[in-house]
């Protein structure tokens, strides 16, 4: 038995196909998906999207949002999403160095609090890319 993902930004499809199991980030920490899983919505945090296609795990890096699962089927829609074999890790590696300087330079709340934003999504691309497969 398998569920049907489907993983949608404002301007993409992602992610539409069938897979075995997925690990989903939440704003109340990591849940495992199998077939028939309760139904569900939950919030999607800033992190990674583990997906298991028979024995090889993918990884996702999203940007959150929130995620409806049910009758087998799950749907992300993400504020973005990157799979990691398209986050070039040169890339990746630079921009967490841009934010983690940005961030020590930060002055004041604002500043602080989309600095650390910055850097929790540059976290997750360059994990995303270092994950177990």
Not at 89 to 114: D, F, S, V, W
């Amino acid at each position: 038995m398998t569920l049907n993902l489907c993983v949608l930004t404002p301007n993409r499809i992602v992610w539409d196909s069938e897979v075995k199991e997925i690990i989903l980030s939440t704003n109340s920490g990591q849940i495992g998906v199998l077939p028939n899983h309760a139904p569900i919505a939950t919030a999607v945090d800033i992190g990674i999207l583990r997906i298991r296609l028979n024995d090889q795990w993918l990884t996702m890096a999203l940007m959150g949002s929130f995620a409806r699962i049910g009758n087998n089927e799950i749907t992300v829609l993400v504020n973005d999403a990157e799979k990691s074999s398209d986050i070039d890790p040169q890339e990746a590696q630079q921009t967490l160095e841009i934010a983690e300087a940005a961030l020590r330079k930060a002055e004041g709340k604002r500043q602080t609090i989309e600095a650390n934003l910055a850097l929790r999504r540059a976290r997750t691309r360059v994990e995303a890319i270092n994950a177990i497969s």
